[in-house]
Every structure is written in C-alpha cells, then in structure tokens.
C-alpha cells in the first residue's frame, strides 16, 4: 500500500526554524515527485511547491520561493519541507503528496502536519 | 484570491445531481488537460477524485464525473449521498511560473 507518513504537529515561536517530514512507502521513491500543500485555519488549498526525489530537482509557487526549502532524502525515502525563520502567518496544516511525473495532481496525500506559530 | 473561481457552496438533497464549476482561464484550465479535482472532509486529507480533466482513479466511485469546457471545468456529483457533503476543489496546470493553481474550494451541503 502506497503511504506518506508525516511528522507529528509543532508549536513554535516566530523567528524559529523548523523542519517536517513526509516519509514514503510501499512504492519506489524516486518515481514520483512530493508535492507540499497547506491549508491556513478555515481557508482553501495552496500549492507550495515539489520535488523529484531522484536528483532533487524542485519547482516552487512564487507565492512560497524563498520562504520555504523543500528537500529530499532518497536513501532514507523522506521529503522535507524547512524554513529559517518562521512568521505567525505560517500557522496552517500542511500536507505532502505524490505527483506523477508529467502530470500535475496529487494522487496519494499524508494526513498533514499542523503547525502552530504563536509568542 | 483564487486563480481558478468556484462557487462558495452548493447543496442538492440525496439522491439528485449537482455540478460544481471551476472557471479558469486560456494559460491554465484551458490549455492542457491537467485539470483535478479533489474532495476534503472536515479534519481529513484531500483525496483525489478526478485528474486529467476526466479520469476517475480506480476506488472513485462512477458517481463522480468531470467535464471541461474551453476555460471551464466541472464537477458533478450524481445520486448524491449523505457522505458526500464535503469540500470540493478544483486545481489546473497553469502555464506560467506558478506551475499548479487552486480554486478557492467549494462547500457542498447535502440537505
């Protein structure tokens, strides 16, 4: 069975860093981009951004290059999403997904990590 | 705001069909066929009901269909079940640097 386990909620401080992670089984890793998504509390769904695990190529919404860094590691099957320094406004669930490659929707999703970022 | 339109809410009663619009423009939902459409429940993933405009991956019950029509796409839901209301969005391959665009989602009430 394909899965995207993702790591469990965070609370942190603004100005914080912060790293979650999506780790994949049950298929081969490096066949399908990760795709990040977040939904801010009551509000609709945002494309962030993806990666192909195989040599860590990514494309970014405009919206989210340069506040966000998506990675991978393929070794361990794990995908990450980062940020050096978090704002209130990033305060949402997000959640991991996989694309095929050619296409652009998200078939398998994790359950979503929410992220909580408050003084 | 969005960059594909959808309709805030819709309601049907069980066992009637309702359609869902997504109206996008020339540079994404009309330009390929890469349109989807996915269903969230209240503190659930999305879960993917339709991609590439019209094919309904294996587990999606038939109920569900998808159409398009130059910039716009649509939903429908026929024979409507309690277990359908939800959130419904719709997202598109958007030929600029975005790369992919969400509707702002849709709240269907089954009354």
């Known amino acids: 069975e394909v899965q995207l386990v993702q790591s469990g909620a965070e609370v942190k401080k603004p100005g914080e860093s912060l790293r979650i992670s999506c780790k994949g089984s049950?298929?081969?890793?490096?066949?399908?981009?990760i795709t990040w998504v977040r939904q801010m509390p009551g509000k609709g769904l945002e494309w962030m951004g993806r990666?192909?695990?195989?040599?860590?190529?990514?494309n970014y919404s405009p919206s989210f290059q340069g506040h966000v860094t998506i990675s991978a590691d393929r070794s361990i099957t794990t995908a990450y999403l980062q940020w050096s320094s978090l704002k209130a406004s990033d305060t949402a669930i997000y959640y991991c997904a996989t694309s095929d490659f050619g296409a652009y929707y998200m078939d398998v999703w994790g359950k979503g990590t929410t992220v909580t970022v408050s003084s | 705001q969005s960059a594909l339109t959808q309709p805030a809410s819709v309601s049907g009663s069980p066992g009637q069909s309702i359609t869902i619009s997504c109206t996008g423009t020339?540079?994404?939902?009309?330009?390929?066929?890469?349109v989807s459409w996915y269903q969230q429940h209240p503190g659930k993933a999305p879960k993917l009901l339709i991609y590439?405009?019209?094919k309904r991956p294996s587990g999606v019950f038939n109920r569900f269909s998808g159409s398009k029509s130059g910039n716009t796409a649509s939903l429908t839901i026929s024979g409507l079940q309690a277990e359908d209301e939800a959130d419904y969005y719709c997202?598109?391959?958007?030929?600029?640097?975005?790369?992919?665009?969400f509707g702002g989602g849709t709240k269907l009430t089954v009354l």
């Open positions: 590439k405009d019209t």
């Open positions: 020339a540079s994404d939902v009309g330009s390929y066929n890469f």
């Open positions: 997202c598109s391959y958007a030929r600029s640097s975005a790369l992919v665009v």
């Open positions: 990666i192909d695990p195989s040599d860590s190529h990514t």
């Open positions: 049950g298929y081969t890793f490096t066949d399908y981009w």
